[in-house]
């Protein structure tokens, strides 16, 4: 694969390697069936969907569960292989992602084509047998994985659009969670104004999309820190011209209070027993912000992060609340969506 990046000494670019070819497990690789893990955020969106459809929890339920599940993480890998193939010219000039496998081996673009190509179509496959909607919202991320990855469109190349292009795979994920349990609709009923009446609430999406923002922004930090030079930081990802220390936290300063604005909207509107949880998001965040501080910070990676086993161990307890809250009815709390002015004259 040509390179026409300016060339920096082997002390920044890193280390020359002997490439070898790219074999069976490397092809496996670049398709990063260890991310899959992300797929968690659809969890939120099937929770959500059950508590407002009643649906019941039956084998029909639980097999478009597991075909939703496998068609996400299928049409992921499919995004995260067009990802690595088209960053390794761009993955020398970081410490750590120089270490990939196209930066590292000669893959064959043919192959990884095929294999970007095969992955999308089963994961369409799959999602089909869920719901015409989930097939749409799984297109759509296939969609911006090509707007993030792919010349001319490129966003992750463009400042602040390269964190809003990618953590908006975050809200398709909850909706794709949404749509495993919500009604699908028919090929007579469907249009493009009921699809969008069947999505999930603006304010959670927004919320959602935010939230990941901030998640993004505080990975994008850390990058920065750790490749601690300008000009490298700006061969490696050339958003990071744009970027400094200052105007990525002011960044996820920004993300985080809007997507505290909109999930309090949400809350309040929709289920409010999870207000309760308020604090504890603002915890979650907060702790997540200290960890992206840190010197070579975990968040450039989730296998990195799960090694803060309390940090984990926080957030499990955290989606334990959350489930409960689901389900456990607080009438208390209706006071407080009461008018005062109305609750004193009775």
């Known amino acids: 694969m040509s390179n026409s990046t ?20 490397d092809y496996v690789a670049i398709a990063r069936p260890d991310n899959w893990a992300k797929n968690v955020f659809m969890m939120p969106g099937v929770l959500f969907a059950f508590i407002v459809y009643h649906t019941p929890l ?4 639980f097999a478009k569960l597991v075909l939703g599940v496998m068609s996400t993480c299928l049409v992921a890998s499919a995004n995260y292989v067009i990802n690595e193939y088209l960053d390794a010219e761009f993955d020398k000039y970081h410490p750590l992602k120089k270490q990939r496998t196209s930066v590292v081996r000669v893959v064959n673009p043919a192959l990884v084509y095929t294999e970007w190509f095969v992955l999308a179509v089963v994961g369409f496959f799959l999602a089909y047998q869920v ?18 990855n792919v010349r001319p469109f490129r966003t992750k190349e463009r400042v602040y659009l390269d964190v809003l292009s990618e953590s908006v795979n975050n809200p398709i994920r909850f909706a794709l969670g949404w749509f495993i349990v919500a009604p699908a609709l028919s ?13 999930p609430p603006s304010s959670i999406i927004v919320a ?13 930090f850390a990058e ?11 061969l490696y990802r050339r958003s990071f011209q744009f970027y400094t220390e200052h105007s990525l936290l002011i960044s996820m300063f920004f993300y985080a209070l809007t997507s505290a604005f909109f999930l309090g909207i949400f809350l309040i509107k929709n289920r409010i027993e999870l207000l309760v949880s308020f604090p504890f998001f603002a ?12 010197d070579n910070s975990p968040v450039q990676g989730s296998e990195k992060l799960y090694t803060h086993k309390w940090f984990m161990l926080y957030v499990v307890l955290f989606c334990g609340l959350l489930m409960t809250l689901m389900f456990v009815d607080l009438p208390f709390l209706r006071t407080l969506l009461e008018d005062p002015y109305t609750l004193n004259k009775q």
Request: charged share 10%.
């Open 224 to 234: 920065y820190r750790l490749i601690n030079n300008p000009k490298l930081a700006g």
């Open 187 to 199: 090929g007579s009923t469907f249009s493009g104004l009921s699809f969008v009446n069947s999505l």
């Open 131 to 148: 719901s015409l909607q989930f097939l749409i919202l799984s297109v759509f991320l296939l969609f911006m994985g090509v707007m993030y």
């Open 58 to 61: 039956d084998a029909a339920l």
């Open 6 to 25: 300016p060339s920096l000494p082997a002390t920044n670019a890193g280390a020359d390697v002997t490439l070898i070819p790219a074999g069976l497990k």
């Open 208 to 220: 959602y999309w935010m939230g990941g923002a901030y998640l993004m922004a505080t990975k994008r």
């Open 283 to 294: 915890l979650l965040f907060a702790w997540y912000l200290k960890i992206g501080l840190l």
